[in-house]
C-alpha cells in the first residue's frame, strides 16, 4: 500500500531536493517521515527508516584509459571539415585525405593532360607566417580504426609549402593520374560486367615537429581535353586525423578525459558502506549522486565555453577499448556544461546504485567520463577532481 502511494505522488522525484539541505540524519528521519505520514497517516513508527551516506569521499583509485590497449597513443577523428597535422599540447598528429574516384561516362575521344593535388591552409589557425613544409604519400585506402601512419609501401608524391592562409599543389604521377582518368572516363551506361570499380586512394600528411597547422580537405583537378576543349573536373577527399599523444605515462594514473585521443578519466568507489546497509535493510535507494564542488577545464577568459560530457556509472572496470566503446553507446548519458552558468556539477546515480543492489553486488563503482570542451577540443587534458557521493536509503519496500 506504502509503495503504490509513494509511486503514485511521485515520491522518489521530489523528495530528493527537501532532502538536499538536511545535512544531520536527524534532519533526514523528520523531513522523510514527514513526507510518508502524508502519504500514509496510519504510519507512525519512522526511527531506523532512513539512512544517509552524506559528504563521503570514496575514491580509492583513479586512472584514464586510452583508445587502444595496443597503440595507446593513437585517436581518431573520422569524417571531419578539416585536416590537422603537426603538434600541440603533447600531441603529433597526422593528417588523411581519402578519394573515391566515381565512373562519370567521359567521351570516348577524352584525353587526359594532367592531374594536380591543391591543399589549401586555413587563415585563422595555422598560426605561423613561415613556411612550412608537408610531405605528402599515396596510399591504399585506409580503414578508418587504424592509425595514419606513413609507411614503407606508401608513394611519396612530393612536398607543398604552407604558410598562414597560402595554397600550394602537386602534380600527380602519371601513373596515378591515368588511373584516375580511366575510372572517370568509363562509360556508366555500360554493361555490369564491363564497370571499373570505383578508385578509392588516399593521401597521408604525416605529423612533425612543428606546430600543428589547419588545412582545407585537399581536393584533385584533373585536366582533360576534348571536342569542345580543355575541361577540368575535381574530386573532393573525405578527411581524417589520428592523434598520438607523447604523454601517455603520465595521464594513465589520473582521471582525466582527452577527447582527441579518446581517453576515457576513470575513479574508482569504494560501496561497501552502501552494500553492508542494504544487508541490514536498507536496501531502496531513494537519492544518489557524485557532486563536483568545482567543473574543470573552466576558462574564465571565454563566456560562452562549454563542456559536452558523456558519463556512466558502472560496477565492474572495463579495459578494453571496444567493449567500452559499446556499453558508452549503450549506457551513457550526455550533458552539456556552461561555464558562464554551471559553477557545480552533480550527476545522479540513483537508478546505477539500485540496479547494484538488485544483482546483490559487492565491491566498487566506477565513474567513467569523456568530455571536449568547445574552445578547446584538440588537446587539452580534463583532470577531474574527487567527488562527494551522497545517499539516501530507505528500508520502505
Not at 605515462?249 to 574508482?268: H, I, K, Y
Not at 568530455?371 to 551522497?390: C, D, H, M, R, Y
Request: proline share 4%.
Amino acid at each position: 500500500m506504502v509503495s503504490t502511494a509513494l509511486r503514485r505522488l511521485s515520491f522518489l522525484t521530489f523528495l530528493p531536493a527537501i532532502l538536499i539541505s538536511c545535512s544531520q540524519e536527524s534532519n533526514l528521519t523528520q523531513a522523510g517521515s514527514g513526507i510518508i505520514r502524508e502519504v500514509n497517516p496510519g504510519l507512525t513508527e519512522m526511527e531506523g527508516t532512513f539512512r544517509e551516506l552524506s559528504d563521503k569521499k570514496l575514491i580509492i583509485d583513479s586512472l584514464s584509459l586510452p583508445r587502444s590497449a595496443s597503440d595507446n597513443s593513437f585517436g581518431h577523428f573520422p569524417r571531419t571539415a578539416k585536416i590537422i597535422t603537426g603538434a600541440i599540447h603533447n600531441l603529433h598528429i597526422s593528417g588523411y585525405a581519402g578519394f573515391n574516384v566515381p565512373n562519370r561516362g567521359f567521351d570516348a575521344g577524352d584525353t587526359v593532360i594532367s592531374a594536380y593535388l591543391h591543399v589549401n591552409a586555413h587563415s585563422h589557425h595555422t598560426d605561423s607566417s613561415q613556411s612550412h613544409e608537408i610531405r605528402l604519400y599515396s596510399t591504399e585506402a585506409r580503414d578508418a580504426d587504424q592509425p595514419i601512419r606513413a609507411s614503407l609501401t606508401d608513394t611519396l608524391l612530393g612536398t607543398v609549402s604552407i604558410t598562414k592562409g597560402s595554397k600550394d599543389s602537386i602534380e600527380l604521377s602519371e601513373e596515378l593520374t591515368n588511373r584516375i582518368f580511366d575510372v572517370l572516363r568509363f562509360d556508366t551506361t555500360g554493361t555490369a560486367g564491363d564497370a571499373l570499380p570505383e578508385l578509392q586512394f588516399g593521401c597521408i600528411i604525416p605529423d612533425s615537429s612543428s606546430d600543428a597547422k589547419h588545412l582545407s580537405v585537399p581536393y584533385i583537378i584533373l585536366t582533360r581535353g576534348t571536342e569542345d576543349g580543355v575541361k577540368r573536373d575535381s574530386i573532393v577527399g573525405s578527411a581524417r586525423y589520428t592523434v598520438h599523444e607523447t604523454d601517455t605515462d603520465s595521464l594513465s594514473l589520473l582521471p582525466v578525459s582527452r577527447q582527441s585521443a579518446g581517453r576515457v578519466a576513470v575513479m574508482e568507489f569504494d560501496l561497501s558502506e552502501l552494500y553492508n546497509s542494504a544487508e541490514s535493510g536498507y536496501s531502496e535507494v531513494l537519492m544518489g549522486s557524485l557532486d563536483f564542488e568545482e567543473i574543470p577545464g573552466r576558462t574564465h577568459s571565454v563566456e560562452k565555453d562549454t563542456l559536452n560530457l558523456r558519463y556512466m556509472f558502472l560496477d565492474m572496470l572495463i579495459e578494453d577499448h571496444q567493449t567500452l566503446t559499446e556499453k558508452f553507446d549503450l549506457s551513457s548519458t550526455t550533458r552539456r556544461i556552461l561555464f558562464d552558468q554551471d559553477t557545480t556539477l552533480s550527476i545522479s546515480i540513483r537508478s546505477d546504485l539500485q540496479k547494484f543492489l538488485r544483482r546483490n553486488g559487492s565491491g566498487s563503482g566506477f565513474l567513467y567520463i569523456k568530455a571536449s570542451s568547445s574552445k578547446e577540443p584538440l588537446g587539452q587534458v580534463i583532470t577531474w577532481p574527487s567527488p562527494f557521493f551522497n545517499a539516501v536509503l530507505t528500508t520502505i519496500k
